[in-house]
C-alpha cells in the first residue's frame, strides 16, 4: 500500500547543530509539506512543494529550508537548530486533484533541541 | 479561506452519536468543508469533505445546512478510539494552490 514515512521519529540534537529530518511518500503526489506542532497549538506551515525544484515559504519559514529534487522525498533541514525549534514536526502529501485537496499525514518526528 | 468556529471540547458517551458542529457564515460557492482528527500523537488523519450535499463514508457523515454556513460531523456509534481532537477547514477547490490552515479544533473525548 502507498504511505507517508517520516525518519527519524525521534530525534535529540544540540543547539547549533544542522538536523535534517526526512519525508518519503509513494503515493506519487505532486504536492508535499512541513508543518510544526507545539504543546496547546494548532499546526503550524514551514515549507510547502508542489513538484519537483518548487519549494515554497509557510507561516514559520525561518530557520527551516527544503528542497525537492524528486516526486518522493522533501527533507526538511535546521540550518541551527534553536530550543524554539523543538516540537513535534508533520509531513504531508496532496495531489492535484480539481475537486479535492486530501492531505497525508506521516507518523511525525519528535525532535528535541538542548 | 473561510474561517471556522468550532466549540473547544464536547464528551460523548461511547456507542453513542458524536455531533460535532461547525460554523463557517462566510464560506464562498467554491469552497469545501473539510474534516480530519488528530489522535493524540499521531498524524492528523482526514475524515471526510463535502460541498453542499450531504456525504457518508466509512468513518462519518457530514451533514451541511442548505445556506452552507454550518456542518455537523457525525460519528455515528463512537468508540474510545475516536477521542480526539477534529479539526473543520474550508478551502476552496483545487484552482489555487493553498495549503491547509488548522485552527484549534474541538477535542472529542469519548467516556466509557
Known amino acids: 500500500d502507498a504511505e507517508i514515512t517520516q525518519s527519524p521519529r525521534h530525534k535529540i540534537t544540540e543547539t547549533g547543530r544542522q538536523v535534517t529530518l526526512a519525508c518519503h511518500q509513494t503515493w506519487n503526489h505532486n504536492n508535499m509539506f512541513w508543518y510544526r506542532q507545539d504543546l496547546g497549538h494548532g499546526l503550524r506551515l514551514i515549507h510547502y512543494?508542489?513538484?519537483?525544484?518548487?519549494?515554497n515559504k509557510g507561516e514559520v519559514s525561518d530557520g527551516y529550508s527544503v528542497s525537492r529534487s524528486n516526486t518522493e522525498d522533501l527533507p526538511l533541514t535546521l540550518e541551527s537548530a534553536a530550543s524554539s525549534q523543538t516540537s513535534v514536526y508533520f509531513c504531508?502529501?496532496?495531489?492535484?486533484?480539481?475537486?479535492?485537496?486530501?492531505?497525508?499525514f506521516g507518523p511525525g518526528t519528535r525532535l528535541t533541541v538542548l | 479561506d473561510a474561517k471556522t468556529t468550532q466549540p473547544p471540547s464536547m464528551d460523548c458517551a461511547e456507542g453513542r452519536a458524536a455531533n460535532l458542529p461547525c460554523n463557517h457564515s462566510t464560506i464562498s460557492g467554491n469552497e469545501y468543508v473539510y474534516w480530519y482528527r488528530q489522535i493524540h500523537s499521531q498524524g492528523p488523519q482526514y475524515i471526510i469533505h463535502?460541498?453542499?450535499n450531504n456525504e457518508t463514508n466509512e468513518m462519518a457523515s457530514l451533514i451541511i445546512t442548505e445556506d452552507r454556513k454550518s456542518s455537523t460531523l457525525i460519528l455515528p456509534h463512537a468508540t474510545l478510539r475516536d477521542t480526539a481532537v477534529y479539526y473543520c477547514?474550508?478551502?476552496?477547490?483545487?484552482?489555487?494552490?493553498?495549503?491547509?490552515?488548522f485552527g484549534k479544533g474541538t477535542r472529542l473525548s469519548v467516556i466509557a
Open positions: 512543494s508542489y513538484g519537483v525544484h518548487d519549494t
Open positions: 463535502g460541498l453542499k
Open positions: 477547514i474550508v478551502r476552496r477547490s483545487y484552482s489555487g494552490n493553498t495549503p491547509l490552515v
Open positions: 504531508a502529501s496532496s495531489d492535484r486533484n480539481p475537486y479535492t485537496d486530501t492531505q497525508y
